[in-house]
């Protein structure tokens, strides 16, 4: 199918895009269009204007500094794979970002855009929960930063007013304590995952566990961040071991059944992917 | 809405610029096909699963189903019309997969044509891994994977051998 009819603009500056998102009623932002477009394309979306900032110049930076990565919102994912900085400093979004689909769509598609669109299928959602990251953000009454767990609200559903924009997105580095990692199940490579989880695990000098949480994908109305501090502090991960670990996350997912697989399969399945990524954090 | 505004778009299609007068919703793929002419990109899911309309665009592959026409003015865009010579001569993928039988109905072929000459304009040596991970985005129902990653190969083979 086709999209409905709309007005297109392309704002030179971040002011005249708030400008415009705060002046036109029914806006939208349209930043790479890999998930707008498909969803204008079938008529789930009907936005009136579309504004533009795909060009934004003021948009396209990439931030690495030792404590945080911040990446524009013209960022696309290839650019964010293609920033050798974000792969020494911050190498698990290098290792989620090769799970969002396939490279022609990382071609268009923006980190920020993947954020705002707020999927709970969506790679980057998860990272931004369980590194505890933060947006910037843009209107005429001002800016603001919201923290990534207020940021996602339900399926496809942000906290962003209808006339604010993402401005960049601010990812913590992790300290030499920590390691992370991500794994998921997709029906085929490139697909959205039928479930992952991503696990972020703190040691102290002693190896032991100081800190341990899991953000997981595809579970829920939002990304689900689960603790595992009291199961895992002062503890090794392979001395609590699969059985106890794998049946504390079970007890703790609730997730939906649909055409692609039952919901007690994918709380399976979501466990099992918790565990495989934790086990690659010893 | 009242009546569709109408947009003054340039395309430059390979090297050529066009104008095309269309609505702002025109899909670039519609806009090559329709308004240019150029029916070698194909259509299918218009979601960015199947991959057959992948063209380039300042030489990175891209779906043009999920591109608006009016949002690429000026950017650098080829086509599969755009790949042989002005003589007619095949570019390397194209022979390539006329060679090691890479096709068979061809409604697939011209994504995959623009994914490969992408890849192997960044790399003419790419590892079976690259090459996998290169077309895992575009579908083929009839011909089969592995004759396409045949001529994937073979395209880089000749393209080495045309450098030397
Ligand atoms: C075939 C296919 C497979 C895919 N697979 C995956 C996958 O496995 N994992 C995954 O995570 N994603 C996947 N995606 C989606 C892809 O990651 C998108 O790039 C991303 O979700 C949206 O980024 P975008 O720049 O294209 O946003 P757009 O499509 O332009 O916008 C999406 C939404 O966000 C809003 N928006 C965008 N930018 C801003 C901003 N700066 N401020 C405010 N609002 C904004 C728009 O108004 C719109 O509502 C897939 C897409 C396709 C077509
Ligand atoms: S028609 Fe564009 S990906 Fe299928
Ligand atoms: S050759 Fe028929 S779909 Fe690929």
New binding site residues.
């Given amino acids: 199918m086709k999209p409905s009819p709309f007005n297109y603009y392309c704002p030179a500056s971040v002011d005249e895009a708030v400008q415009l998102l705060s002046d036109l009623e029914d806006a ?11 969803l204008m394309n079938f008529r789930l ?1 009907a936005p009136e204007h579309l504004i533009d ?2 060009g934004l110049a003021e ?1 396209s930076e990439i931030k690495v500094d030792p404590d945080e990565v911040e990446i524009g ?1 013209s960022v ?2 290839s650019q964010v794979l293609q920033s050798e900085q974000i792969g020494s400093e911050l190498p698990l979004l290098w290792e989620a970002e090769k ?4 490279e022609v ?2 071609n ?7 954020l ?2 707020a ?1 709970p ?5 998860a990272v931004l929960s369980v590194l505890r990251g933060k947006v910037q ?1 843009a209107s005429v009454s001002g800016g603001r930063t919201i923290q990534a767990m207020d940021l996602f609200e339900g399926p496809l559903q942000s906290s ?1 007013r209808d006339d ?4 960049s997105a601010t990812f913590p580095t992790l300290g030499p304590n920590a390691v992370s990692s991500f794994r998921e199940v ?1 029906r085929r490579h ?4 039928v479930a992952g989880a991503v696990s972020v695990v703190e040691y102290d000098d002693n190896s032991l566990v100081c800190s341990a949480q899991a953000a997981f994908l595809s579970v829920g109305p939002v990304p689900t961040l689960i603790s595992l501090d009291d199961l895992l502090v002062g503890h090794r991960i392979e001395d609590v071991g699969y059985t106890e670990i794998y049946n504390f996350l079970s007890s703790q997912l609730d997730p939906h059944g649909d055409l692609q697989t039952s919901a007690d399969y994918r709380r399976h399945l979501a466990a099992e992917m918790g565990w495989a990524s934790l086990e690659a954090c010893t | 809405m009242n009546a569709e505004e109408s947009y003054e778009i340039r395309l430059k299609v390979n090297g050529r610029t066009q104008h095309v007068t269309a609505p702002a919703r025109r899909l670039l793929s519609d806009a090559l096909r329709g308004e240019l002419g150029l029916t070698g990109t194909h259509v299918g899911c218009e ?3 199947c991959g057959c309309c992948t063209v380039l665009v300042d030489g990175a592959p891209v ?1 043009s189903c ?1 591109t608006f026409a009016v949002a690429v003015q000026d950017k650098d865009i080829r086509t599969v019309e755009g790949l042989a010579a002005g003589d007619g001569e095949l570019h390397p993928v194209q022979e390539a997969f006329k060679e090691c039988h890479g096709l068979q109905c061809g409604f697939c072929t011209p994504g995959f044509l623009m994914t490969a000459c992408a890849l192997i304009e960044q790399n003419n040596d790419p590892t079976e891994q690259e090459i996998t991970e290169a077309i895992a ?1 575009n579908l083929c129902r009839c011909t089969g994977y592995q004759n396409i990653r045949a001529a994937v190969r073979r395209a880089a083979e000749i393209t080495r051998s045309d450098k030397r």
Avoid at chain 1, 99 to 102: D, P
Avoid at chain 1, 109 to 114: E, H, K
Avoid at chain 1, 190 to 193: I, R
């Fill in positions: 939208k932002i349209l930043a790479g269009g890999q998930s707008l477009i498909p979306a900032i795909s948009l919102a696309t994912h799970l969002v689909a396939h769509i990382r268009r598609g923006t980190l920020c855009g993947s705002a669109h999927d299928a969506g790679e980057m959602t953000t962003l604010e924009l993402i401005v997709a490139g697909d959205y995952a | 979601h960015g699963v779906r999920l985005g």
